[in-house]
């Protein structure tokens, strides 16, 4: 997912962007029935994911951590604990997954006529509503 903006300050609170409609999946068509079909990105346009961890607790530049994040979306949300590595520098700090978070559309009530519309239009194929999610996210000083 491209065009994500976010801040993070010097407590530990974050806050993090999601423009739905900048998934991607490397085809386009396959892009744009994500977002009409399951994502329904014209109602849920954007997901702003937001939590705080203890950024002063890191006495090094590099350390593991379980970062818990509130991610609304279709009207629910879900508090999801990211483990990731959090690495400081003179001018960001970057946030990496070490393994990832399994999501699934029910964690936010995504009808599952959704994915049965969305798979009516590969021929019927068995499509998965789960995922396996690792974030890498940059923030600059």
Do not use: C, H
Not at 59 to 81: E, L, R, S
Not at 110 to 135: F, Y
């Amino acid at each position: 997912i491209n065009g994500l903006t976010g801040s993070l300050d010097e407590r530990g609170r974050f806050e993090v962007k999601v423009p739905v409609v900048n998934v991607e999946t490397g085809i386009s068509i396959r892009n744009d029935r994500l977002n009409s079909l399951f994502f329904n990105s014209a109602i849920n346009p954007t997901i702003a994911i937001s939590g705080q961890f203890e950024l002063a607790t890191f006495k090094q530049d590099i350390g593991k951590a379980m970062v818990p994040a509130a991610v609304p979306f279709y009207g629910k949300t879900k508090t999801f604990n990211f483990p990731v590595i959090i690495t400081k520098t003179t001018n960001a700090i970057t946030v990496n997954s070490y393994a990832p978070v399994i999501v699934r559309a029910s964690d936010f009530n995504i009808p599952t006529e959704n994915l049965t519309k969305l798979s009516a239009t590969v021929g019927g194929l068995a499509l998965s509503d789960i995922i396996p999610l690792n974030i890498n996210l940059v923030f600059k000083k």
